[in-house]
């Protein structure tokens, strides 16, 4: 069974469209995050969240809301989509922030 | 501040041994982790060690931790074509409850 599951692997849309992406993860964990992976496969955390704190990366758009309808999940919602959004979006957990286990990644392309 | 570098690319012939280096600014850092990612793939923890360690060995893989000099390497012995990936140097800042921040990836070349 995966661990940490995103949906879908591939997201192709419009600039300007409102868009979600799912992460589940059936490890238990307390902690999940959504990471960003340029196009120079440079890696930086967006969010990291449990069910007491939401640290927000200040370098993150408002554009962007990570949404939790219970600990197994935290979904990414981005509005109004701009090219430079293109990139893959990695969702992650952790036990106590330790050891953080990836999804497979988002595949987004903004056109 | 958080900055962590690695070098881009490293190339080794099989059955060599693969030293990738990593550099890191922030002395608090808790743990440190190498991760590995292969084409279109997700990232794959490959090994963690916490600050107050040395070393730390797990198969073909050892990892080297200098605090003073904030110089972290991963070994892999007896390098295989399966080894061929992106791998990413990784410290947990806070506990990590700001997520990790990464360095930018050693892209391993294995030649026959």
């Known amino acids: 069974d995966t661990a940490v599951s995103q949906t879908p692997k591939y997201l192709v849309t419009q600039m300007g469209n409102d868009k979600s992406i799912k992460c589940e993860q059936n490890?238990?964990?307390?902690?999940m995050y959504w990471y960003k992976q340029d196009s120079k496969k440079f890696l930086k955390i967006m969010f990291s969240?449990?069910?007491?704190?939401?640290?927000i990366n200040e370098t993150v758009p408002n554009r962007f809301s990570p949404k939790s309808p219970d600990k197994a999940h935290l979904n990414l919602h981005i509005n109004s989509l701009e090219l430079g959004d293109s990139a893959v979006y990695f969702c992650a957990s952790s036990q106590q922030t330790h050891e953080q286990y990836f999804g497979p990644g988002t595949r987004l392309t903004v056109t | 501040g958080e900055d962590v570098e690695q070098s881009l690319f490293l190339s080794v012939r099989e059955g060599d041994s693969s030293v990738i280096n990593c550099t890191y600014t922030d002395s608090s850092s808790t743990y440190l982790y190498w991760y590995k990612q292969e084409p279109g793939a997700g990232l794959q923890l490959l090994t963690y060690?916490?600050?107050?360690?040395d070393m730390k060995q797990d198969q073909r893989l050892t990892v080297l931790l200098n605090k003073k000099d904030k110089h972290l390497s991963l070994r892999i012995a007896d390098t295989q074509t399966g080894d061929s990936a992106i791998y990413f140097c990784?410290?947990?800042?806070?506990?990590?409850?700001?997520?990790?921040?990464f360095g930018k990836g050693t892209h391993l070349i294995i030649q026959p």
């Open positions: 969240y449990n069910n007491k704190e939401l640290i």
């Open positions: 990784a410290e947990s800042i806070r506990g990590g409850a700001d997520g990790l921040t």
């Open positions: 490890l238990g964990h307390d902690t």
């Open positions: 060690i916490f600050s107050n360690m």
